[in-house]
């Protein structure tokens, strides 16, 4: 039986996460050869990158590689980001710079270096990963929600720009998501347990989110059953972003 990707080729960044761990998976299991990227190289893919996403030389160096060994992607996934816990006032000038570089930058960087050979080959797709905090004030995380805010700007900036190359691109929109990264924060609270059900309470389908239940928003955008979708923000929220609690 044929699968959804077979004989296509996916980058997936941020690939050592929980999401982009889910993401990896998912690809593999629908057919595609997957080159996996992050900080440190995984050892999920097809073939395994390590890269600096707010560098141009990491990032162009490992798209070379990813060729190598497999081929120009026809697929591109940004799940890799940076964050930091502050408002506007306590975030120093350097970490908002930091976060753009890997967030938006990062996603430039990846349609520069993959979009001319998605091009010559007839077309091609990019999904990014935003978040539920693109679009609701958040004084705890104020520069990772501003770069989110701006990578989709970029997504439909970068969607018009690409249409006549019938390059899509879209993005995923999450609310919160069960990984380590938020047990980690749920743990460092005073009441992890209560920080915990205020959170889920937030989401008015009564659950949080899985890593799984953002691969296959990502993998149905990357699809040719969304080949009439370009630039798309779809939420994956439980719900959250309804009435924000």
């Given at each position: 039986?044929?699968?959804r990707?077979?004989?296509?080729?996916?980058?997936?960044?941020?690939?050592?996460?929980g999401?982009?761990?889910?993401?990896?998976?998912?690809?593999?299991?629908?057919?595609?050869w997957?080159?996996?990227?992050?900080?440190?190289?995984?050892?999920?893919?097809?073939?395994?990158?390590?890269?600096?996403?707010?560098s141009?030389?990491?990032?162009?160096?490992?798209?070379?590689?990813?060729?190598?060994a497999?081929?120009?992607?026809?697929?591109?996934?940004?799940?890799?980001?940076?964050?930091?816990?502050?408002g506007v006032?306590?975030?120093?000038?350097?970490?908002?710079?930091?976060?753009?570089?890997?967030?938006?930058?990062?996603?430039?960087?990846?349609i520069?270096?993959?979009?001319?050979?998605?091009?010559?080959?007839?077309?091609?797709?990019?999904?990014f990963?935003?978040?539920?905090?693109?679009?609701?004030?958040?004084?705890?995380?104020?520069?990772?929600?501003a770069?989110?805010?701006?990578?989709?700007?970029?997504?439909?900036?970068?969607a018009?720009?690409?249409?006549?190359?019938?390059?899509?691109?879209?993005?995923?929109?999450?609310?919160?998501?069960?990984?380590?990264?938020?047990?980690?924060?749920?743990?460092?609270?005073?009441?992890?347990?209560?920080?915990?059900?205020?959170n889920?309470?937030?989401?008015?389908?009564?659950?949080?989110?899985?890593?799984?239940?953002?691969?296959?928003?990502?993998?149905f955008?990357?699809?040719?059953?969304?080949?009439?979708?370009?630039?798309?923000?779809?939420?994956?929220?439980?719900?959250?972003?309804?009435?924000?609690?």
């Open positions: 039986m044929a699968r990707f077979d004989g296509k080729r996916a980058l997936i960044t941020g690939a050592a996460g999401i982009g761990g889910a993401l990896v998976a998912a690809f593999r299991a629908e057919g595609a997957v080159a996996a990227l992050d900080l440190e190289a995984p050892d999920s893919g097809d073939c395994n990158l390590a890269a600096n996403m707010g141009d030389a990491d990032v162009a160096r490992a798209l070379a590689e990813a060729r190598d497999g081929g120009a992607p026809d697929i591109v996934v940004h799940a890799a980001a940076a964050s930091v816990n502050a006032a306590d975030t120093p000038s350097a970490d908002w710079l930091r976060l753009y570089d890997v967030n938006v930058v990062g996603a430039v960087r990846l520069q270096g993959c979009a001319p050979a998605m091009r010559a080959a007839g077309g091609g797709a990019f999904t990963l935003s978040s539920i905090n693109a679009r609701f004030a958040t004084p705890t995380l104020a520069a990772y929600a770069s989110k805010a701006a990578l989709e700007g970029l997504i439909r900036t970068a018009l720009e690409l249409a006549e190359d019938r390059i899509r691109v879209n993005g995923v929109a999450p609310a919160s998501v069960d990984t380590d990264l938020l047990a980690r924060n749920f743990a460092a609270a005073p009441d992890p347990e209560a920080a915990r059900a205020a889920v309470g937030r989401h008015p389908l009564g659950r949080l989110g899985t890593p799984e239940d953002v691969a296959h928003a990502v993998l955008l990357s699809s040719a059953e969304a080949g009439w979708m370009t630039g798309t923000i779809v939420e994956v929220d439980g719900g959250a972003g309804v009435t924000r609690r």
